[in-house]
């Protein structure tokens, strides 16, 4: 069982910045993969970063590539996404997740954050 904690959402202007933490509890995340969801208004949930625990290997969304960077502690066991030049339609409910790595669902999920981008 891991528990996943999100931390750091809010109302920033466009262009501005903001930085999500999720800190993960329950069990060690060797050869897991932490994620970023986001789901805004309206539409289906959207995958927009992933790192690989062990090795960090990162994979970004084409909407959020070169504006946000997704990094990890592992003394902390926290996974952190950096959202810079934000725009009106990042507005969303962000949720970290995270799998086992080579198993296609996500197991564990925070109970998400809201990031409200004004223009």
């Known amino acids: 069982q891991v528990q996943l904690e999100e931390s750091g959402g809010g109302l920033v202007e466009a262009g501005g910045s903001l930085h999500l933490s999720c800190a993960a509890s329950?069990?060690?995340?060797?050869?897991?993969?932490m994620g970023w969801f986001r789901r805004a208004p309206g539409k289906g949930r959207e995958l927009v970063a992933t790192i690989r625990w062990n090795y960090g290997n990162e994979y970004y969304s084409d909407s959020v590539k070169g504006r946000f960077t997704i990094s990890k502690d592992n003394a902390k066991n926290t996974v952190y996404l950096e959202m810079n030049s934000l725009k009106p339609e990042d507005t969303a409910v962000y949720y970290c997740?995270?799998?086992?790595?080579?198993?296609?669902?996500?197991?564990?999920w925070g109970q998400g954050v809201q990031v409200t981008v004004s223009s």
């Open positions: 329950g069990r060690a995340l060797n050869d897991y993969v």
């Open positions: 997740a995270v799998r086992r790595f080579g198993v296609p669902e996500w197991d564990y």
